[in-house]
């Protein structure tokens, strides 16, 4: 029998693994979640795999932090990596030779800058640190970024769709990256909507807001978004907090 597709993440928010996840749900396969665990099991579960060792992992190197995905004696890291690995497996990684790297990239670009950089936005100064303790820092980052960042950002995401002369990043394909696009942009408008409100109004990025809605609407996503498998937004990537949601000038 084959191994089970096994994804170990935190419990209580989409986070990190919801790219994973939304990967796995479009391809329609079985696989294990940590977050359908209790929070405290979860947890336990999940600090277990990154301070100690089982026999079964002797082949891997320590990981940092989760995601995690296991998959037989495999056990990786890094939200990317996995989807890189899973990208073929789940035929969502284009069909030519070398688009692999294509849709990592697309995936890559699409994770820096939707989604660690607004992360920074409330975590600006330190990760250790709690939000209220890095409010005033977090309110001037999260307007730069939405004034020089996220228009930026948005840019980049509209020319790609454009140039590719399709609804989808790599052209005609539908992958990954896609997924993880939605994701972010899904992301953004929870933390920001007034920027991002003001975004979609000004026409300026309509193939990007339409790759949102087009994915949304997919069978199989829109079937785990309406799941209790999809979870709230809360204080995880993206979060609100209405002082930091003004309108960039
Ligand atoms: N680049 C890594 C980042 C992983 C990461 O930062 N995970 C968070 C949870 S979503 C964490 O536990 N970070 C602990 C830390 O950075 O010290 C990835 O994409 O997987």
Redesign the pocket.
Known sequence: MEAPYELI??TGVP???EHIRLALEEAGVAYTDTASLPMSKCREVVTTYLTSRTEDEQGNPPY????LFKHGHLII??????LMYLGPKLGLAGSKEDDVYRVNALALTA?DGL??EVHDCHHPIA?ELYYEEQKEESLRRSKEWMKTRLPKHLGFWEKVLERGGSKWLLGTEFTYADLVLFQCIDGVQFAFPKAMNQARESGKYNRVFQLWKDVKARPNVAAYLASERRQKYDW??YRYYPENDVVPE
Do not use: V
């Open positions: 993440y935190y986070g990190r693994g940092y932090a989760p995601p890291s890094q939200t990317s990596n996995i994770l989604s660690t990760a995880g990537i």
